[in-house]
């Protein structure tokens, strides 16, 4: 009994469409999973939300980014 699942079955990496690799599921290698991380940290996955007025920006009371 083979442990690979059939090929209409397998997982398929977000990015590239190749099949998984059991190592960087849910991607297929290395190359796909650091790619996915710099698009995190390049902020390229964005969640929807209300639009920010100009008055949102500069705030001091929202606790981020706070000095002391």
Same mark, same amino acid.
């Given at each position: ?6 090929? +209409?079955?397998? +997982?398929?990496?977000?990015?590239? @469409?190749?099949?998984?690799?059991? +190592? ?5 290698? @290395? !190359?796909?999973?650091?790619?996915? %991380?710099?698009?995190? %940290? !390049? +902020?390229?996955?964005?969640?929807? $939300?209300?639009?920010? $007025?100009?008055?949102?920006?500069? @705030?001091?009371?929202? !606790? %981020?980014?706070?000095? $002391?």
């Amino acid at each position: 009994m083979s442990s690979e699942a059939p090929p +209409e079955r397998r +997982e398929l990496c977000p990015l590239c @469409r190749k099949p998984t690799s059991a +190592e960087h599921r849910p991607f297929c290698g @290395r !190359g796909c999973r650091d790619r996915d %991380l710099l698009n995190w %940290l !390049g +902020e390229a996955y964005r969640a929807p $939300g209300p639009p920010a $007025g100009p008055d949102d920006f500069g @705030r001091e009371d929202d !606790g %981020l980014d706070r000095q $002391g």
